[in-house]
């Protein structure tokens, strides 16, 4: 799928602003969907990353809080993992089907009385395209909305 | 308890820190941390100029990969790669809600006096981080002028494409240009360094087309 070198210029400069998280909107909404179908492209944010990472190492040491890895381990201790992703299709599936079945029952205080209820959690689905995402969200916070909202062409 | 040294392959240590977070094991997050707190805190800090404000991006990408750690896969690069990228990202974000009622202009012109060559800063004594540091600041300094402007105030500054451009006083195709054809130049200098990702347009016979460089 990967257009003629000479055009592929254009997307191989995107692909540097994407990993660097400083794509304007539009080039964004009009990188997304192409990084999501060309390897060329997936290579070249994976290169980008590591030119990155490479660059933070003449950082000035520095060191969080103690107080930091505590938050971290309650944080952690509160939180439910995400079931694997959902395999493309067929049956590879079968491994890991009952653990992405398990629903959760979270106890929560009903608004109106305050009294205690039990409420079903079910498994976030899985987001087509999310194989391309750089940052899975968090909360709606970190989310970063797919840009003009417009899937994936496929 | 000392720290992990990183090598650039992709530590087979990270790898098994994966799996064991994949496998619900919460202490593997606790060995995560250990090993890449220092690093992490020292981007988002500098990113973000703001202890507090770093922590909590910190607090943020770690339990994320707890949450989600199906989301790194090898075709990602490295996972310390992968998870220093997460740190960018979502200090880069907080940067500009940060800054969205506030003037950037003052931080900005920091940021061009920092995306200079510098010299010996403080560095742990260990030898591994001496080395990268080391070909890190000869690698920066190879770069044209404009090239590593554009990819230090984006890197370091947080800064999108046509806030360096403006900041730059160039058009924003030229800031596009510059930031693909640093970041080669970039690959090439640090080697190893910069991790064993290849088959992008950073590297191999397409680096070569375009006068890029």
Do not use: N
């Amino acid at each position: 799928m990967t257009p003629p070198r000479d055009d592929h210029e254009t997307f191989d400069e995107l692909a540097v602003g994407w990993a660097l998280h400083a794509l304007e909107p539009e080039d964004e909404a009009l990188f997304t969907p192409h990084l999501a179908a060309c390897p060329r492209c997936t290579r070249t944010v994976a290169e980008t990353a590591e030119v990155m990472a490479a660059l933070a190492g003449d950082l000035p040491p520095a060191e969080p809080s103690e107080g930091l890895r505590d938050r971290l381990r309650d944080a952690v201790e509160r939180t439910e993992q995400l079931p694997p992703p959902a395999p493309a299709a067929g049956a590879a599936g079968q491994v890991h089907a009952e653990e992405r079945l398990v629903l959760r029952l979270e106890r929560v205080q009903r608004p109106a009385d305050g009294e205690l209820v039990e409420h079903l959690v079910l498994p976030a689905p899985r987001v087509p395209g999310r194989a391309h995402r750089l940052v899975p969200s968090t909360g709606a916070d970190s989310l970063r909305p797919p840009p003009g909202a417009a899937p994936p062409s496929s | 308890m000392t720290r992990p040294a990183r090598r650039p392959e992709g530590d087979p240590g990270d790898a098994d820190l994966v799996l064991r977070v994949r496998a619900g094991d919460r202490g593997a997050v606790d060995d995560l941390y250990d090993r890449f707190r220092r690093p992490a805190f020292a981007l988002a800090r500098r990113i973000l100029a703001d202890d507090t404000l770093a922590e909590d991006v910190v607090q943020d990408v770690f339990l994320t990969v707890w949450r989600d750690p199906h989301a790194y896969d090898r075709s990602r690069g490295s996972f310390s790669s992968w998870l220093m990228a997460m740190v960018h990202h979502k200090a880069v974000d907080a940067v500009r809600r940060e800054e969205a009622h506030r003037r950037r202009q003052s931080r900005a012109e920091d940021d061009l006096v920092l995306s200079a060559p510098t010299d010996a800063r403080d560095v742990e004594d260990e030898a591994w981080s001496r080395v990268v540091s080391e070909r890190v600041r000869l690698a920066l300094g190879a770069l044209p002028d404009a090239q590593r402007e554009a990819l230090t105030l984006a890197y370091y500054g947080g800064y999108t494409q046509r806030e360096v451009a403006a900041l730059t006083r160039a058009p924003l195709g030229t800031v596009k240009t510059r930031m693909l054809a640093g970041m080669r130049r970039l690959k090439e200098e640090l080697g190893t360094v910069a991790g064993a990702s290849a088959g992008g347009a950073l590297s191999g016979p397409a680096a070569v087309d375009g006068g890029a460089r």
